[in-house]
């Protein structure tokens, strides 16, 4: 539910305002200046909210459907009540997130935490940093010597960016968040807690244990990357370690040093990149993955979540298990074991 002491909404939006930016259709001409004030779901629908259904399973949510305004397809508008503004698009989903991005961009894109503009007496900017103008350092953040930080970025409390790193316009690097030894683009979002450009898991044998190998690689963070709370991303050891533009990573996930990951992928939570992992563009990690080193995952291929990918996975592949295999092949072998159980079970039972 919306809570307006958290998310007040930017301004309220009619219906045609909504088909006109979303390129829905407007059945219902009649409610063209229906004011939409929030977005709900179908179950938690009231007065100004706009709601979305994408499935003929809702449609008896639809047909008592208390709301402003709905996103649905075709075959589900005669449901709609009268009185609910009726937006037609083949997305539902999709429209109904650019609206709420719409009304409420600090969901997405978060803001000063302290609501403090500029530079906080309370923060350590060192003499040599530069700090671009517009840009927000809260109290307590560290700003290292050779620093830059670009216009409309926000530093969050008590966050500590290392010498000689590069911030670009638009981010945010959340709360005790820590940045060291990278490039970072604009747009980049990095919620609290995460580690940029620690060193990474590189030992040779010694005669007294395990022993250091220099890690004097970067991170390298491309625009428009979004980095989940608590995450991990090591720098190279002679290579960078590069997240390609436009990839969402979600909370808890290691990425070990040397791996490069392609433009627009997912990430899941507890995810687990060993070193020098390859990641094809728009390829796809559920929860819970984890990718053996030096493994390379193609182009738009989907890990099925907890999953352990041992070898190169073709570009466009689907695969799932332990070891990770196509997914046909993963559940015939599933198949088989149980029918092999029940089988003996049989036996056991005639016996």
């Known amino acids: 539910m919306t809570d307006p002491v958290f998310f007040a909404a930017a301004r ?134 050779g620093v830059v930080v670009g216009r409309g970025t926000i530093i969050a409390p008590n966050a500590v960016i290392g010498r000689n790193c590069q911030i670009g316009r638009g981010a945010f690097i959340g709360p005790n968040a820590s940045v060291q030894y990278a490039l970072i683009g604009d747009r980049v979002i990095i919620h609290a807690g995460v580690r940029i450009g620690e060193d990474g898991f590189g030992y040779v044998p010694g005669r007294k244990g395990p022993e250091k190998v220099p890690q004097i690689g970067r991170v390298v963070i491309q625009d428009d990357v979004e980095i989940g709370a608590n995450s991990t991303i090591d720098r190279g050891a002679l290579e960078d370690t590069v997240i390609g533009e436009g990839t969402k990573i979600d909370n808890l996930v290691q990425i070990g040093h040397n791996c490069r990951i392609g433009r627009g992928c997912i990430v899941a939570g507890h995810c687990g990149l060993s070193g020098s992992v390859t990641l094809g563009d728009y390829a796809m990690l559920g929860g819970r993955v984890g990718v053996a080193d030096h493994v390379t995952i193609g182009a738009g291929a989907q890990v099925a979540g907890a999953s352990g990918v041992i070898s190169d996975m073709p570009a466009g592949a689907r695969w799932a298990g332990y070891p990770a295999q196509p997914v046909k092949a993963h559940f015939r072998e599933i198949a088989v074991l149980r029918d092999l159980v029940r089988s003996r079970g049989k036996k056991g039972k005639e016996q």
């Open 12 to 145: 309220p939006y009619t219906a045609v305002e909504i088909a006109t930016l979303t390129g829905s259709m407007l059945s219902t001409p009649q409610h063209a200046s229906v004011e939409i004030r929030t977005i709900a779901s179908l179950s938690d629908a009231a007065d100004g909210a706009l709601v979305f259904a994408d499935s003929k399973k809702r449609s008896a949510d639809v047909a008592s459907l208390r709301a402003a305004a709905i996103l649905c397809s075709e075959e589900l508008a005669s449901s709609v009540p009268d009185g609910v503004a009726v937006l037609i698009t083949k997305h539902p989903q999709q429209a109904f997130a650019q609206v709420g991005r719409l009304l409420f961009p600090e969901s997405v894109m978060p803001g000063s935490l302290s609501g403090v503009l500029g530079r906080s007496a309370l923060a350590h900017v060192d003499p040599s940093a530069v700090i671009e103008d517009g840009a927000v350092i809260e109290a307590g953040a560290v700003i290292g010597p």
